[in-house]
């Protein structure tokens, strides 16, 4: 008996193939952009991790913070990288960091850059890797000396290919330096090209050559993971409120980013903008479940007599039911299986657009099936018993 | 031919509508059909022959009244068992044929065992069956649209006489026919009467009520008057 209602409900829908796949649309739409957007969210998500886990596992990042609008927040100085480092407990490594957006010009080339103010400490704090030449020495970061380590990305814009960079000579914007090394790709996230876009040089040059102060942007700090992270935060705060000279009640002045903290805060914000836009998506499939609503109610207004005959030949008010329920669920699959397709489409190519890793999620596909079926039966429904509870003279009797 | 008491009425009434705009079709029919009777309900437009039908056909219910269908008082079920009542006891053909179109004859006649739950062998088998016996076997792939009116009709009551019912009730069978058709169509269903089955016509047409053993005259409402026909010798008690 259910065989035969779905083949049924199959050459119904075949019979009206335009209505049906004009009816169908709406399922499919909202079915493709509910699982487009799940898609590319959790592609999403898995890159932000992928570029917070590039930061380096166990990195606090301590940078100032405004407190108020009439005060400006006091900059961090080499004293304070250096307090950091003798007064911590648990630090590995520490640095700081100060950058500024240059011009650098090489053989003829012009190319937009950032020079970064950095030290051998950064390095490791920030788990920097070399592809050709060698680090800063101490005599270099304690001279200021012209020297620098290019980015990989500098290197593939105005560097010859192929020959090696070292001992040529780079000029960002005024400065001429000699080139010492390349520092690997840092770029592990996908698209964050602009951190291969950089050039290094000794800290104390780029403060006194580009920034013209004694201030850096930010102290990264590298701990050893045997401490927790809350208690280095804990000690790392109290030192810089005590060097800030703040009394108890005053706000920090400062700000500090703990890489997993971080990752769990962004990775819970896109998690929930996702849903906030699948929630969204989700309305086109209302939408959808309201057009199949609307033409199964044709449907069985259409059909009045067929639906009069079949009373009368003795079929059950549930079996009539049956077979409009099942041909708006049948509807809906259709449009549900055609949506998860679409959606494949869709969102691979999405993915490749925006340059995030596409990420197949077969729970969310089936559930998005389910739904669509679920769709059918609630949508469905109302047609159905309408034509259940048709009087079957009525019915008869209907041109 | 005959046998007991097959249908009984007493005092049926069928009141339309309510208060003022209330219409009484039917105002107080008493009425017994015995099995393997052939009765024709006759009567003008209006006289309640067509709500009297739709009351045997268990497609109505009276609005007073007691009509017991094999004893069993009809006008206490419900709407769904009234529906198995039907599926497995009465057999209907209608006036417009009520065919499913775009649906071929085969398929038309295999409906009622598909509500049945018979198995598709079964189904195909008794369905050939009985467009055999209506003389259209060779039609059986035809859609509707694709025969003429009588064969259409033809189709009809072989898809009332595939779950081999009791009673066999035609609501104008002949009304959209020309005389020629109409005559193979009433000398088939005198066929079917002599074979066993219970036959209940409702016709305006004197020439058709004639092959029906039994004549029942309906006006306003009303029996008017029995008459006893010759062809099968049917008997009928009020």
């Given at each position: 008996m259910f065989g035969a209602t779905l083949l049924l409900a199959m050459r119904q829908i075949r019979r009206h193939l335009l209505r049906s796949s004009l009816t169908t649309i709406g399922i499919i739409i909202g079915v493709a952009a509910v699982i487009t957007m799940v898609t590319l969210g959790k592609?999403?998500?898995?890159?932000?991790?992928?570029?917070?886990?590039s930061l380096?596992?166990?990195?606090?990042?301590?940078?100032?913070?405004?407190?108020?609008?009439?005060?400006?927040?006091?900059?961090?100085?080499?004293?304070?990288?250096?307090?950091?480092?003798?007064?911590?407990?648990?630090?590995?490594?520490?640095?700081?960091?100060?950058?500024?957006?240059?011009?650098?010009?090489?053989?003829?080339?012009?190319?937009?850059?950032?020079?970064?103010?950095?030290?051998d400490a950064f390095m490791d704090a920030r788990g920097i890797g070399m592809d050709q030449g060698r680090r800063f020495t101490p005599a270099e970061e304690e001279a200021g000396a012209n020297v620098c380590i290019i980015g990989p990305k500098v290197l593939q814009e105005i560097f010859v290919a192929g020959i090696s960079p070292l001992g040529e000579q780079v000029r960002l914007n005024d400065v001429s330096c000699t080139v010492i090394g390349v520092f690997a790709s840092r770029a592990q996230g996908g698209n964050n090209q602009d951190d291969d876009n950089s050039v290094f040089m000794p800290l104390k040059n780029?403060?006194?050559?580009?920034?013209?102060?004694?201030?850096?942007?930010?102290?990264?700090?590298?701990?050893?993971?045997?401490?927790?992270?809350?208690?280095?935060q804990q000690s790392l705060i109290d030192l810089l409120r005590e060097r800030h000279h703040l009394q108890s009640g005053q706000p920090n002045d400062f700000?500090?980013?703990?890489?997993?903290?971080?990752?769990?805060?962004v990775s819970s914000v896109v998690a929930r903008l996702t849903m906030a836009v699948a929630a969204i998506a989700g309305i086109s499939l209302l939408v959808g479940g309201v057009g199949i609503m609307n033409i199964m109610l044709?449907?069985?207004?259409?059909?009045?007599?067929?639906?009069?005959?079949?009373?009368?030949?003795?079929?059950?008010?549930?079996?009539?039911?049956?077979?409009?329920?099942?041909?708006?669920?049948?509807?809906?699959c259709f449009g549900g299986l055609i949506g998860i397709f679409l959606a494949l489409g869709i969102s691979f190519g999405l993915a490749k657009a925006i340059d995030v890793p596409f990420i197949f999620d077969p729970f969310v596909n089936a559930l998005s099936f389910v739904f669509s079926a679920m769709m059918g039966i609630i949508f469905g429904y109302y047609p159905a018993r309408r034509a259940s509870r048709l009087d079957p003279i009525e019915a008869l009797r209907h041109e | 031919m005959t046998g007991e008491s097959l249908i009984e009425l007493e005092g049926i009434t069928k009141t339309y509508g309510q208060g003022t705009a209330a219409f009484q079709a039917l105002k107080g029919v008493d009425l017994s059909i015995a099995q393997g009777e052939f009765a024709a309900i006759m009567g003008a437009s209006g006289s309640g022959k067509s709500t009297m039908m739709n009351?045997?056909?268990?497609?109505?219910?009276?609005?007073?009244?007691?009509?017991?269908?094999?004893?069993?008082?009809?006008?206490?079920?419900?709407?769904?068992?009234?529906?198995?009542?039907?599926?497995?006891?009465?057999?209907f053909v209608f006036q417009g044929f009520n065919l499913l179109a775009r649906t071929s004859a085969l398929e038309n006649v295999e409906l009622p065992l598909l509500y049945r739950g018979e198995q598709k062998a079964l189904r195909r088998e008794a369905a050939m069956k009985a467009l055999d016996l209506v003389g259209l076997g060779p039609w059986a792939d035809h859609?509707?649209?694709?025969?003429?009116?009588?064969?259409?009709?033809?189709?009809?009551?072989?898809?009332?006489?595939?779950?081999?019912?009791?009673?066999?009730?035609?609501?104008?069978?002949?009304?959209?026919?020309?005389?020629?058709?109409?005559?193979?169509?009433?000398?088939?269903?005198?066929?079917?009467?002599?074979?066993?089955?219970s036959i209940l016509l409702v016709t305006h047409e004197a020439e058709m009520?004639?092959?029906?053993?039994?004549?029942?005259?309906f006006r306003d409402g009303l029996i008017e008057r029995f008459e006893r026909g010759h062809r099968n010798g049917a008997r009928v008690t009020a």
């Amino acid at each position: 008996m259910f065989g035969a209602t779905l083949l049924l409900a199959m050459r119904q829908i075949r019979r009206h193939l335009l209505r049906s796949s004009l009816t169908t649309i709406g399922i499919i739409i909202g079915v493709a952009a509910v699982i487009t957007m799940v898609t590319l969210g959790k592609g999403l998500t898995a890159q932000i991790q992928k570029q917070i886990a590039s930061l380096g596992s166990d990195v606090l990042i301590a940078f100032p913070q405004e407190t108020d609008q009439n005060r400006q927040p006091r900059p961090f100085k080499q004293d304070d990288v250096i307090a950091v480092r003798q007064q911590l407990a648990g630090v590995r490594s520490v640095a700081g960091e100060v950058n500024q957006n240059v011009q650098a010009f090489h053989n003829g080339q012009n190319w937009s850059s950032k020079v970064e103010g950095v030290s051998d400490a950064f390095m490791d704090a920030r788990g920097i890797g070399m592809d050709q030449g060698r680090r800063f020495t101490p005599a270099e970061e304690e001279a200021g000396a012209n020297v620098c380590i290019i980015g990989p990305k500098v290197l593939q814009e105005i560097f010859v290919a192929g020959i090696s960079p070292l001992g040529e000579q780079v000029r960002l914007n005024d400065v001429s330096c000699t080139v010492i090394g390349v520092f690997a790709s840092r770029a592990q996230g996908g698209n964050n090209q602009d951190d291969d876009n950089s050039v290094f040089m000794p800290l104390k040059n780029v403060q006194r050559r580009f920034t013209g102060a004694d201030t850096i942007g930010y102290i990264v700090i590298s701990y050893d993971p045997a401490y927790s992270s809350a208690t280095i935060q804990q000690s790392l705060i109290d030192l810089l409120r005590e060097r800030h000279h703040l009394q108890s009640g005053q706000p920090n002045d400062f700000n500090i980013i703990d890489s997993a903290a971080l990752n769990d805060t962004v990775s819970s914000v896109v998690a929930r903008l996702t849903m906030a836009v699948a929630a969204i998506a989700g309305i086109s499939l209302l939408v959808g479940g309201v057009g199949i609503m609307n033409i199964m109610l044709v449907s069985v207004t259409e059909r009045t007599r067929e639906i009069g005959i079949r009373l009368a030949i003795g079929a059950l008010a549930r079996e009539v039911r049956l077979q409009f329920l099942t041909e708006a669920v049948v509807l809906c699959c259709f449009g549900g299986l055609i949506g998860i397709f679409l959606a494949l489409g869709i969102s691979f190519g999405l993915a490749k657009a925006i340059d995030v890793p596409f990420i197949f999620d077969p729970f969310v596909n089936a559930l998005s099936f389910v739904f669509s079926a679920m769709m059918g039966i609630i949508f469905g429904y109302y047609p159905a018993r309408r034509a259940s509870r048709l009087d079957p003279i009525e019915a008869l009797r209907h041109e | 031919m005959t046998g007991e008491s097959l249908i009984e009425l007493e005092g049926i009434t069928k009141t339309y509508g309510q208060g003022t705009a209330a219409f009484q079709a039917l105002k107080g029919v008493d009425l017994s059909i015995a099995q393997g009777e052939f009765a024709a309900i006759m009567g003008a437009s209006g006289s309640g022959k067509s709500t009297m039908m739709n009351i045997l056909g268990c497609l109505d219910t009276p609005t007073s009244g007691t009509y017991r269908f094999k004893g069993v008082e009809v006008q206490a079920m419900s709407k769904d068992q009234r529906s198995l009542l039907r599926r497995r006891y009465l057999g209907f053909v209608f006036q417009g044929f009520n065919l499913l179109a775009r649906t071929s004859a085969l398929e038309n006649v295999e409906l009622p065992l598909l509500y049945r739950g018979e198995q598709k062998a079964l189904r195909r088998e008794a369905a050939m069956k009985a467009l055999d016996l209506v003389g259209l076997g060779p039609w059986a792939d035809h859609t509707p649209a694709e025969l003429s009116g009588g064969q259409q009709q033809r189709v009809a009551i072989a898809r009332a006489l595939v779950t081999e019912p009791e009673v066999l009730l035609a609501d104008e069978p002949t009304g959209n026919l020309d005389s020629e058709r109409s005559i193979e169509i009433m000398e088939l269903l005198s066929q079917l009467n002599r074979d066993g089955i219970s036959i209940l016509l409702v016709t305006h047409e004197a020439e058709m009520a004639a092959y029906a053993g039994t004549i029942v005259y309906f006006r306003d409402g009303l029996i008017e008057r029995f008459e006893r026909g010759h062809r099968n010798g049917a008997r009928v008690t009020a």
